[in-house]
DNA sequence: CCTTGACTCTCCCCCAGGGGGAGACCCTAT
DNA sequence: ATAGGGTCTCCCCCTGGGGGAGAGTCAAGG
């Protein structure tokens, strides 16, 4: 019953260095330690300490905190049942917490699944039916490059209650600088109006659309064959315009603006 | 859209210290750096970036992952699907660990809380009538010491089988200091022989019972009392006579062995 | 113009829970 | 006596920051 660091190191499947720390940290202070040599020498009784701390390690009690547990269960009457019950609380909730996260990304790679699905290398002008969807929207007036941020604000309020893909409302019937109306928004099971969130329902109808593969910055061509079809047609355009954002720089990465992905809708009279 | 690293931190909440570290580390550069006063100053894009790197980070996903998936989702077309989809195993797998955990916590709790409840402070003998129960044994030879790794080993072998408080039956009629005959043992549900362990029925019967309380050196006087007991009556004991081990070191800590519980059992004819 | 107070910079040390390795002893077998 | 394996202490490394020292910077007020 006298084990060397090495055999004791094979018998309790601590590493060598992991003992001398715990010698170091009081936990786990050998039988016997040669006074010229410095040897450490372990015995029976240290097998179940270590036993013990093996468990306690596994249930990620710091050293410090088996220290104290240990010393005060090597003297008085014993009083694990509080620390343990608190850990157990702790656990409890690390648990949750990790929930919390697997299902965020979850949704996360969901819905990144969904953009990447259906992505056709070619986009043809095509006609089609919308039809009405209830919107929460953030009109504002400025700068195009603000959409992002008005984006962002809408998505955030709405949360859970999100039901598309978030889109952009012109209001202008040109193209403007500074000034541009226009209304960041996103289609909503349900919600209510506030904090300068309007809540309505935005009517459908026919509509020419087109979708637009790269940066934001060529949108105006596409814009100009949207109308230059229009106008080949003898359609009358209506306002407000869509832009709907099939995919963009996501939630957490910018991705590669020549991948967005986005549809410019214009509802026309009928 | 310029903000020194204080006004920075107060609207990402990451503290100056981290903004610091994510900029050495290289995940978070700053826009503009004053070449002259070494100040950092964020911008609009820095915002995004922070915000993403929070998600990231409540993800559990490391610095080095962190840049590694902004450097490859910077150039290339993104495959941000990958690493979060093994994060996501990951996360399954970190919660089913302290699924364990807290099952295994839960599980000590509740044994540890069993033996504590009933401890009345006086201990008398008394006869009782014992049930024939199913034990798994392993029978030894050699010194009393042993009986806590024959013990260990029966446990260990029956795991959540068990049925019952361990117990080791003396097959010697005698006290010996060395080569006594006894067998650690454990009530269980069902099980096999095998390994050293023998499965059986133990026979039942009327019996003189005394709880000792203290440690096992003192077990001697509790023994003296039983006998005593038994020839006062005319009784005649049978072998093995049995320790019930109520309360002992426990699985993790010794406890104080003034506070062991063991109960001495020895059938009598009737 | 100077001072003052608030910011910010770099640099160093600290934590847990070890890992890796250098250089020096120690122990036993041949 | 020597060789080889074990062991010792001491130091630096990792992650994701926190704390603080000492020096430099910036803007506002007197």
């Known amino acids: 019953m006298r084990f060397s660091i090495g055999e004791f190191s094979r018998i309790t ?43 306690l390690r596994e249930f990620d009690f710091s050293i410090a905190k088996i220290r104290t547990l240990f010393e005060e269960c090597d003297e008085k009457s014993s009083d694990v049942l509080g620390p343990l019950e608190q850990k157990l609380a702790e656990v409890e909730k690390t648990i949750e917490r990790y929930k919390g996260i697997s299902r965020s990304i979850a949704s996360i790679i969901e819905t990144e699944k969904e953009t990447a699905m259906d992505q056709p290398h070619e986009f043809e002008i095509e006609e089609k039916q919308l039809d009405t969807v209830l919107i929460a929207g953030h009109r504002m007036t400025g700068r195009y490059e603000e959409v992002g941020r008005g984006l962002g604000l809408v998505c955030r309020k709405m949360g859970r209650q999100m039901n598309g893909k978030p889109m952009t409302l012109y209001h202008d019937g040109e193209y403007k600088e500074e000034g541009a109306d226009f209304e960041p928004c996103v289609p909503i099971r349900k919600g209510k109006d506030g904090e300068g969130i309007s809540v309505r329902e935005l009517p459908g109808g026919r509509c020419v659309s087109l979708i637009h593969r790269g940066p934001y910055e ?53």
């Open 13 to 55: 499947a601590f590493s060598v260095k992991t003992l001398r720390l715990y010698h170091e940290k009081g936990i786990l202070v050998p039988a016997h330690v040669d006074p010229s040599s410095g040897y450490r020498f372990y015995d029976g009784e240290n097998y179940h300490r270590a036993r013990g701390i093996r468990t």
């Open 218 to 270: 060529n949108l105006h061509e596409s814009y100009k064959q949207v109308f230059g079809y229009i106008n080949e047609k003898g359609y009358t355009s209506k306002i407000p315009s869509r832009e709907v954002y099939l995919k963009g720089p996501g939630m957490i990465f910018k991705g590669n603006p020549n991948n967005y992905l986005t549809e410019i809708q214009v509802l026309i009279e009928e």
